[in-house]
């Protein structure tokens, strides 16, 4: 089922990203989107959309749009003045392929291309429905969302904050707030309430809480060839993450919580009890 | 009259963007978009919205994220890894003030504010005229528009190519592809017919056109001082330009027949007169 949803985005992607000129611009876009990854953010978009009776292929260029944002953050975030990343799944960063001009401009391309993506294939949905997603992707995606996050992030850094509410607001902007986009642009779409609207959002908040505890313990305890990227990172640059803030067994504990107040929202779908267990499996939970 | 919309716009600018934490995201994009400068863009937006009898203050959230993002095309122009320069409208650039870890944040935070700012502000248009704003908003910004341009731009330098139709590719996209969506947003928001939208972009095309030539003169001829920014570069990085391609005399030339094109075709805007005949006095044809 999981397989199907990402298969079809795959085959989006491809669709909505066609190469033209100049080439290396859109050749270096589609490399960094197009990359195998578990395509969690649109997968989850559809399946809210179809878990609220709505039909999934209306949500597919919101689902696919979120992924071009991840991906843009993806690229931006691995340049030499950000985190230096000379890897990202398993494979040579994007400026490593193309250059850092390029890979600035295709970030920056993709920012553009995304909500671009919305309202040019949304065929299906009314103007008001997709200036209504559109003001959520913005929220969520710019200063507001994911990139407040990222800033306060950065500044985290080898500054030795131990304080809580700094690392709650990374992570609620720089993590839970693309899964929150998702799921409940996925709800609007298919043509939700209020009260499915905040279910599904309350729940995109703690699964985003859960993915990066997550994502900070594999940093620690994974091997470069088990994420594709770089790992040890957080603890050379002194990040504040929840296992530096609590210590790893904590963070474990924290981690088992969230997840199963997750499986609880959404017991009904069988593909997002699949993400839970995944991220259990590779956590070493289950 | 070029004054009153200089001051509406800045007045605008200045309530879009309000500080909220965090204050250094907020302070470095507000930093480069309220540098001091001719707002060129937002009223050519503003003035072509007035001749085309509409309402200047519905056009107002569209101008003013014009001017955004351009001012992220300066952010992002300026990073060490695109031109390298220190200055920018005789202030230093952005990542020398913040850093190049919050330019690049603050110049992608930009790219989605600019366009939240017309779907949030826009009150006064119905959701069918919005999103035909943003249509247009997302063409000429995006991959198939100024990052185009930008891509072959750095691609021709160092290269010593001599290729006119590259050299009109760079000029349309780089720099008409701005006016030309300041000009066809102001249009559409007025409601104009497909005939004065067609007349209105070819003005812009050519605008464009020259005022990139007056750029690449002015970078030859004036100091720092004149110009607030590094000057001589184009020499240097061996970029391909209007004069590097056909010589200074030539260049001039084009320019004054280019200007007095555009002229005859919006001889009754008291200010597009203005503009004309500024870019006319600084590079000393009149």
Known sequence: MMNNYIDLVNKNLEKYMEIVY???LFK?????VLLPGKRLRPVMCLETCRMLKGDIEDAMPTACAIEMLHAQTLIHDDLPCMDNDDFRRGKPSNHKVFGEAVAVLAGDALLTFAPQIIVKYSTNLDSSTI??????????AGAYGVIAG??????SEHKNIRDNSVLDFIHTHKTSDLFKLSVRTGAIIAGADDNDLDKMTQFAQQFGLAFQIADDILDEISTFEELGKTTGKDKTSEKL???SLYGMDS???KLACLLDECYDKIQESQ??????NGIKKRTGLL
């Open 271 to 276: 593909v997002f009890a699949e993400i839970i």
């Open 150 to 155: 990222q800033v306060v992030d950065i500044e």
């Open 241 to 243: 993450t929840y296992v």
């Open 131 to 140: 200036l209504r997603v559109l003001s959520e992707y913005f929220n969520f």
């Open 251 to 253: 963070a474990k504990c």
């Open 28 to 32: 270096s876009m589609r490399y960094t």
């Open 22 to 24: 100049p080439e290396d």
